[in-house]
């Protein structure tokens, strides 16, 4: 017989498992986690997770987190189920999630591109050490697909923008 | 399915005379499962005209990343080599719909379908040439995917709905590096200029076949399933001519193709990509590492 309580507690491991490329976030803070199910009658959990980028590699490392994490915590049946719908944005992350990332030394996503067409305007990126509103993106893509790379103008430190998508 | 794909064959011995140790397709299963919405099952018809998408979409990504340590700086290498991924990322979600019509996996259709069978344009398979012959034919290809995906956002299909909502702001994002590119190149010294109108000359004879439109989907497009080709050619002129004009070259000609890669007649480069692309999983198939 499967209570709430299982439930509340399937649904806290798999929103405990950290992004294996930005650790500091779990994938309930990015949005990445959707949903956590039980079926009544036999047990099995159903976890559904969506991509932050189509071709994400760290999908396949957070699908086997989840069933290792589950499955020690004595859940045997796991599925672990992918949507495309509706699509992950920048708006998924939680603003815990938004905290944690500028404290980890990554300026989080400052909101939808101001102008959108092709030759697109964004909003200024702050410093995630001094603030500075000061800074200027080095690259365009940066050390994964969710992430450019920027430098502040004031502290001269390079940092990871994630960005707005 | 061959047993080699089903999920179970060992295919080489452990034995320590073999240099590349026991292959086992004990994973492809497991993979499957990321690559898209699990359960639909797309038709004949419609599996058809997925394969013109993921095909665009999985020989641009193998071109692309051909750039990587080869880009003239090393954020050029980041970026190309990104921008390859999310198209993998497109291609596989949308090979694996494709292949639900007649339960091929996504690496059935790309490892182990022959040249002919391949549905992708001919701009694709053109080569990657200089830098900015790349980036033109980016300009080109995600000018046309951005539109494209746009429209299939509203598909009647869920499923091709879905992938291209997903798809559709990450080809924007690859139409904005192309086009900060073509300007740069376009405004930079003499050579990246001259180079830059020689990779506009060279290409836009392909740009024809991708605005093309083919009685083949005309039942797609009216049950609102596919977009039409021709549908999309005006809205992705307007970009080609406002972003060249901002540094005064002209949008070339547009030029009548014979170009036929929708149905399987392609480029002489095609069977090369593929020979590059497929060797390793023709050679050990289900390889897994």
């Known amino acids: 017989m499967v209570t709430t309580t299982q439930l509340d507690h399937a649904r806290a491991i798999a929103g405990a498992v950290a992004d294996p490329e930005v650790p500091v976030l779990t994938i309930a803070d990015l949005g990445v986690l959707r949903d956590v199910g039980i079926e009544p009658e036999t047990g099995t959990v159903t976890v559904t997770i969506t991509p932050t980028y189509s071709g994400c590699p760290a999908m396949e490392t957070i699908r086997d987190d989840l069933h290792l994490a589950l499955e020690a915590a004595g859940f045997t049946d796991v599925v672990i189920d992918l949507t495309l719908t509706p699509a992950w944005t920048t708006d998924w992350m939680s603003d815990e999630g938004k905290q944690k990332l500028t404290a980890y030394g990554i300026a989080p996503p400052t909101g939808r591109s101001a102008v959108r067409g092709p030759i697109p305007l964004t909003l200024a990126v702050k410093c995630p050490r001094c603030s500075s509103l000061r800074t200027k993106e080095l690259a365009r893509f940066g050390s994964t697909s969710c992430k450019s790379l920027w430098q502040c103008e004031d502290c001269l430190e390079p940092f990871d923008h994630f960005k707005n998508h | ?289």
Request: one cysteine or more; aromatic letters at 8%; proline letters at 4%.
């Open chain 2, 1 to 289: 399915m061959t047993s080699a794909q089903n999920g179970t064959t060992e295919l080489a011995p452990e034995d320590s005379e073999n240099p590349h140790g026991a292959v086992t397709v004990d994973q492809l299963d497991l993979e499957a499962e990321l690559a898209g919405d699990a359960d639909a099952i797309a038709t004949p018809e419609t599996a058809e005209y997925v394969l013109w998408l993921a095909d665009d979409a999985l020989i641009l990504a193998q071109q692309l990343s051909r750039w990587i340590a080869h880009a003239p700086e090393i954020e050029e290498d980041v970026a190309l080599g990104n921008i390859a991924l999310d198209l993998l990322g497109h291609a596989r979600s949308l090979l694996r719909y494709a292949g639900s019509a007649s339960g091929r996996t996504e690496d059935d259709l790309a490892y182990f379908r022959n040249e002919p069978e391949f549905r992708c344009s001919w701009m694709v398979q053109q080569d990657n040439g200089d830098f900015a012959h790349t980036i033109i034919r980016q300009l080109v290809m995600a000018t046309y995917m951005f539109a494209l995906y746009t429209r299939l956002a509203d598909s009647t299909d869920p499923t091709l709905a879905a992938i291209a909502a997903k798809a559709v702001k990450e080809v924007e994002y690859h139409r904005d590096h192309a086009v900060q590119w073509t300007l740069r190149l376009a405004g930079g010294t003499d050579e990246s200029r001259t180079r830059t109108q020689r990779a506009l000359e060279n290409l836009w004879p392909f740009v024809g076949e991708l605005f093309r439109d083919d009685t083949s989907i005309e039942p797609l497009i009216a049950r609102g399933i596919a977009a039409r080709p021709s549908s999309l050619q005006e809205e992705c002129e307007a970009i080609f001519t406002a972003v060249l004009a901002e540094e005064d070259l002209e949008v070339p000609q547009p030029q009548p193709s014979s170009a036929g890669g929708r149905h399987g007649s392609h480029f002489s480069a095609l069977g090369f990509i593929l020979a590059e692309m497929q060797v390793l999983a023709r050679q050990h198939p289900g390889a897994t590492w």
